[in-house]
């Protein structure tokens, strides 16, 4: 099981949360391949990208956070991840503003891009947004079980303390319309698209 990060200088923090919350991976995101993580660690860590879905590379995994143009992520940039789709500034009349729709479902199926939820999102969220954003949450979900686009459930924080066991975040995504094996598979998700740049 894995969890995905945002650290600031705060490495080696997550590293011995991640041990004890009982994650055996670490994806650290990082603005600048040469911020990328360089220690030996007793568990694996990869080291990816984060980047605006303009500026996505193609030789290293890259994830895309609450892009702009979420069809521009995609339809040509191509991300490994597109994650907090659901940070939108407004709902509509008949449906949530949740930044993705039937279209980008299934170029993220076509394109073997995962769409991401943040814990850490919903956590540090007040409680009118976090209600938002869980209706946001659930519209996505159903529409990547219809169109078979994969999707990956992590705390996606640049806090240590706002990691929660694998456990925790299965049962929380499941109560906000994963089924059970869904959740479980996104927590256990593998990144097989572009070059990984992962330390033993």
């Given at each position: 099981?894995?969890?995905?990060?945002?650290?600031?200088?705060?490495?080696?923090?997550?590293?011995?949360?991640?041990?004890?919350?009982?994650?055996?991976?670490?994806?650290?995101?990082?603005?600048?391949?040469?911020?990328?993580?360089?220690?030996?660690?007793?568990?694996?860590?990869t080291n990816a990208l984060i980047a605006d879905e303009k500026k996505t590379q193609k030789d290293i995994n890259t994830f895309?956070?609450?892009?702009?143009?979420?069809?521009l992520?995609?339809?040509?940039?191509?991300?490994?991840?597109?994650?907090d789709l659901e940070?939108?500034?407004?709902?509509?009349m008949h449906q949530r503003g949740s930044g993705f729709n039937h279209i980008m479902a299934k170029f993220a199926n076509l394109n073997n891009?995962?769409?991401?939820?943040?814990?850490?999102?919903?956590?540090?969220?007040?409680?009118?947004?976090?209600?938002?954003i869980i209706g946001r949450i659930k519209q996505n979900i159903m529409l990547c079980r219809k169109y078979k686009a994969k999707t990956v459930i992590a705390s996606f924080t640049a806090n240590p303390f706002d990691m929660r066991a694998p456990k925790d975040l299965i049962a929380f995504?499941?109560?906000?319309?994963?089924?059970?094996?869904?959740?479980?598979?996104?927590?256990?998700?593998?990144?097989?698209?572009k070059l990984k740049i992962e330390l033993a």
């Open positions: 099981m894995k969890d995905i990060v945002m650290p600031k200088n705060n490495e080696k923090e997550f590293i011995d949360m991640a041990k004890k919350l009982g994650f055996k991976e670490l994806v650290f995101l990082y603005i600048h391949k040469n911020m990328f993580y360089k220690g030996k660690q007793d568990i694996k860590i895309v956070k609450n892009p702009k143009d979420a069809r992520a995609f339809e040509k940039a191509r991300p490994i991840c597109v994650f940070l939108q500034k407004r709902d509509f891009i995962h769409v991401g939820f943040s814990f850490s999102t919903i956590l540090n969220a007040s409680k009118l947004q976090s209600a938002r995504f499941t109560t906000v319309g994963m089924h059970p094996k869904e959740a479980k598979d996104s927590i256990n998700r593998s990144f097989k698209k």
